[in-house]
C-alpha cells in the first residue's frame, strides 16, 4: 500500500503540493493526471525520495522495490536482450554467485532462490517484452548503440518492465512508442501483477489499462474510482453541482450585501444590519473545481481544389536503391481523412513523406494539384527548431511583412500567450514546442495536412483542442499517431501500411486492436470459427451509417454541383477559338479528374446505403 500523508512541497518558494493525501491499495492501476506544471512529476520523485518533504510522509510496504524509466539506457556494445536481462539485478547477483559459490548449503540456496524467481525463463519473458515494444528477434541481438535515443528510450521501458517492481512508476510511457507498442503496453499493464501509477494523457490507456485516476488539482490529490471517461463525466456532474451552489450563494450574498448598504446607517435598522454582515463574514465560499483552458488550435481555411488532389500510380518509395512500399496506386481528396495503420518499421513514415513531398518516387508516378498546398508534423520538426529564438523570431522569419501584432494573434491561436512568445524555444515545454511546430506547418493554409505523431508532448485539454480543430479543418488529414481516441474522432478512412503495400483497412480500430493483440495464428487455431448468431444493431450503430450515408450524399452534391460548372464552361463556344487549344485540353483533364471522383463518390454513397439498409433489417 502507498500512502501519502499531509505532504507538502514547493519550488522557489511556491507550493505545488500543499496537506495533499491519497491511499493507493497494494495492486491496483493508477493514472495520475493533472494540468501541465502541476507537479505530477515532482510528486514522483517525490515518492522515489530524490527530493525532501517539508511536511507529512510517504509509507510503502517495508523492502518494497520502486522502478521508473530511465531517462535513457546508454549507447554501449551490450546487446538490448542483455541490457534488459541485466536490470534484474538479484538475478543476476544469483547467477554469478551460482558460478562461484562452493558450500552445498548455499548453492542449494541461490538454485532455490533462482527457481522461486523464475530465473529460467527470464530470457524467453525479456524477449517477449522487446518484441511487444517493436524489436525483431535480430534487433534484440544489436547493441544498444546501434539505435537512436528514442528507440533507446524503448529499451530503458522494457527494462523497468521485466525487473518487475512492487511500485512500477511510469512517466508517459507512450511518448516513445507507435500504436502497435502503445497498445501492447496497455494489455501488459492491465495484466501487472503489483501496483502502477502512471502519468498519462493518453485517454486509451487511461481508460484500458488503470482502475482508478488520482487527481493532482489546486494543490491537492483526489482519488477517483473508475477509468478516464467515469473520471471526467464525475468531474463534470460536480462542476455543475458546485457551480449551481456558488452561484445561489452569490445571489444571497448579494442580497445580504444590499441590505447592508441600504440600512447600515439607519440608527433603527443597524442592528439587523451589522447581523448581515456577520452573515456574510461567516459565509464560507463555494468555489467550483476550475474549468480546464482549453487553448483551441486555429488551422487556417484552404480554398477549394478540384479533386484528386494527390493520386499516384504504381508507385514505388524508399531509400538509396532500396523500395519500401511498392506499386502504390492511392488517391486523395480534399474532404479525405485518412489513418496510416501498421507494424513500426512497415513504411508509414516513408509514405507520409512521400506523399509530403520530402521523398521521390523511384518507379511509377505521383500526381499532385498544381496549386496544392501541404503542411507536414514530425516529432523530428521540434529538434529542428531554433533554441535561442522565441516562436516570434521564428514567425518574422517565415512572415517578414507581417506587423508584430498579426504575429503574437497567430501564436495566441495556437495558445501560445504573451510570456511564450518571447521566450526562448529551449525553455518552453515539450507541448508548447509542439505548438509551435504545427503552427508554422499550418501557417499557409495547407490543402493536405500530413501528422505524424502530433500529440506527444500535448495535454488532454491539448488533445480535446486538436481533434476540435482537426474536424473543422476543411482539408485533408494524413494522420500516424499512437492516440486512439484522436484516431477514432478524426479518420473516417483507414490505410495499413503492411508487406510493402498500402491497401484500405476495411473494419474499425477495435477491430485492428483485436488484431495486434491477437496471439499468433498455429494450425490448431485455424479451424474455421463458429458463425456468429446475427445481432440487432444498436441504435449508436445506425446513427452513425447514417451520419456516413449523409456524408456521401453532400459529397455527391458538391461533386455534381462541380460537374455542373465545368459542362457550362466545356460548353462555351469561345472555349474553343483559335489560339486556346492548351486550355481546353487542361479543363477537359479537370473535366476527366471530376468525373472519376464522382463515380467513386457513387460507390461510397451505394456502399454507406447498402450498410444502412443492413443495419436497420
Known sequence: MLKLEDISYSVEGRPLIENASAVIPTGHKVGLVGRNGSGKTTLFRLIRGELTLETGRITLPAR??????????????VSLLDTVLAADTERAALLAEAETATDPARIAEVQTRLADIDAWSAEARAATILRGLGFTSAEQ????????????????????????????????????LDLEGALWLESYLAKYPHTVLVISHDRGLLNRAVGAILHLENRGLTLWQGPYDQFARQRAEQRAVLEAQAKKQAARRAHLQSFVDRFKAKASKAKQAQSRVKMLEKMESITPPEEAAQKAFSFPEPEELSPPIVQTDTASVGYDSTAILRRLNLRIDQDDRIALLGRNGEGKSTLSKLLAGRLPVMEGDIRRSSKLRIGYFAQHQLDELEPDESPLQHLRRVRPDENPAKLRARLAGFGLMAEQAETEVRRLSGGQKARLSLLLATLDAPHMLILDEPTNHLDMESREGLVEALTAYS???????????????????????????????????????????????????????????PRRASRDEILAARAELRKCEERLDKLN?????????????????????????TWQKKYAELMDGLDRAEELWMTAQEKLDALEA
Open 561 to 585: 454541383a462541380m460537374r455542373d460548372k465545368l459542362s457550362v464552361k466545356l460548353a462555351d463556344p469561345a472555349l474553343y477559338e483559335p489560339g486556346r487549344v492548351g486550355e481546353v485540353e
Open 141 to 176: 541481438a544489436m547493441p544498444c548503440s546501434a539505435f537512436s535515443g528514442g528507440w533507446r528510450m524503448r529499451v530503458a521501458l522494457a527494462a523497468v518492465l521485466f525487473s518487475a517492481p512492487d511500485l512500477l512508476l511510469l512517466d508517459e510511457p507512450t511518448n516513445y
Open 475 to 533: 482539408g485533408a488529414v494524413i494522420l500516424v499517431s499512437h492516440d486512439m481516441h484522436l484516431l477514432s474522432l478524426v479518420a473516417d478512412r483507414l490505410w495499413l501500411v503492411k508487406d510493402g503495400a498500402v491497401t484500405p483497412f476495411e473494419e474499425d480500430l477495435d477491430a485492428y486492436r483485436r488484431l495486434l493483440l491477437s496471439p499468433p495464428k498455429t494450425e490448431s487455431s485455424e479451424k474455421p470459427a463458429p458463425k456468429p448468431k
Open 64 to 77: 518494497a522495490r520502486i522502478g521508473g524509466v530511465a531517462q535513457e539506457v546508454p549507447g554501449s556494445e
